[in-house]
């Protein structure tokens, strides 16, 4: 469930920092980072071009997220 919010925060604004996204979702820190890096290993989700300056890509569409 919170990798879906997750995905669906990066989808929508792929330039969101991990603080960010953890201001807006409500979801701790360190929970989400957790959770981006599970969704890393996965292929799900991949971080281009640096934190600070970069960009999410995700490489699944959000009808598989709802598998």
Same mark, same amino acid.
């Given at each position: 469930? @919170?990798?879906?919010v997750i995905i669906k925060e990066m989808?929508?604004?792929?330039y969101i #920092? #991990?603080?960010e996204m953890a201001q807006k979702t409500? @979801?701790?820190f360190r929970t989400l980072q957790r959770y981006i890096s599970q969704l890393q290993s996965m292929g $799900? $989700? $991949?971080r281009k071009d640096g934190r600070k300056d970069g960009?999410?890509?995700v490489l699944i569409s959000i009808e598989d997220c709802n598998k």
């Open positions: 469930e @919170i990798q879906k989808l929508s604004d792929s #920092t #991990t603080s409500g @979801i701790k $799900v $989700v $991949v960009h999410w890509e």
